[in-house]
T-cell receptor, first 115, second 113 residues
Framework: AQKITQTQPGMFVQEKEAVTLDCTYD???????LFWYKQPSSGEMIFLIYQGSYDQQNATEGRYSLNFQKARKSANLVISASQLGDSAMYFC????????????FGSGTQLTVLP | ETGVTQTPRHLVMGMTNKKSLKCEQHLGHNAMYWYKQSAKKPLELMFV???????ENNSVPSRFSPECPNSSHLFLHLHTLQPEDSALYLC????????????FGSGTRLTVV
């Protein structure tokens, strides 16, 4: 079964506007972490933001925020004030605290910021 | 620079060649990973090392041979590869605890001709 689902293969956003990238997850482990990574065309995976399953507040890092809805098992990434440099592939990932403990990735969303 | 260094950045090799990819981290992490990323495919976990011991091998063909001499270094030895092995190979490291994410290197873009 798919543990991380990203249903948007591609997204477009106008420069300076906000965009939401969707991510849903599946786990029975009560303790887990959710991560978002950015992968530009150069290939490196850049860590953006982290949300722990017990965290009471939604995570924020600069222009990135995570809309965490635990009951719905969703962890959407919101990028505010999009910039041209935000054009990249974005991956949602989960790491469970239990025996698996591997970082599991979704299939990614290709974001293109339009001038 | 993320703290995880991969060399080389690009590699072109023939199917009969033997080459090695190198990964190095000095972040104090005790777990290291090899991932394969092919075009238009999700990241595929290949190998996991924890405190230098291999803890996972995700049905990777034997033409890929990992080596972890210590917690800071990880190699991927390649021999008699196929063109379909052309991909971006990413190394990552982490603390071996669930709440920590991975730090990735910049990857080696491998082309098999």
């Amino acid at each position: 079964a798919q543990k991380i689902t990203q249903t948007q293969p591609g997204m477009f956003v106008q420069e300076k506007e906000a965009v939401t990238l969707d991510c849903t997850y599946d786990t029975s482990d009560p303790s887990y972490g959710l991560f978002w990574y950015k992968q530009p065309s150069s290939g490196e995976m850049i860590f953006l933001i982290y949300q722990g399953s017990y965290d009471q507040q939604n995570a924020t890092e600069g222009r990135y925020s995570l809309n965490f809805q635990k009951a719905r098992k969703s962890a959407n990434l919101v990028i505010s004030a999009s910039q041209l440099g935000d054009s990249a592939m974005y991956f949602c990932a989960m790491r469970e605290a239990g025996s698996a403990r591997q970082l599991t990735f979704g299939s990614g969303t290709q974001l293109t910021v339009l001038p | 620079e993320t703290g995880v260094t991969q060399t080389p950045r690009h590699l072109v090799m023939g199917m009969t060649n033997k080459k090695s990819l190198k990964c190095e981290q000095h972040l104090g992490h005790n777990a290291m990973y090899w991932y394969k990323q092919s075009a238009k495919k999700p990241l595929e976990l290949m190998f996991v090392y924890n405190f230098k011991e291999q803890t996972e091998n995700n049905s990777v063909p034997s033409r890929f041979s990992p080596e972890c001499p210590n917690s800071s270094h990880l190699f991927l030895h390649l021999h008699t590869l196929q063109p379909e092995d052309s991909a971006l190979y990413l190394c990552a490291s982490s603390h071996d605890q669930g709440r920590y994410g991975y730090t990735f290197g910049s990857g080696t873009r491998l082309t098999v001709v």
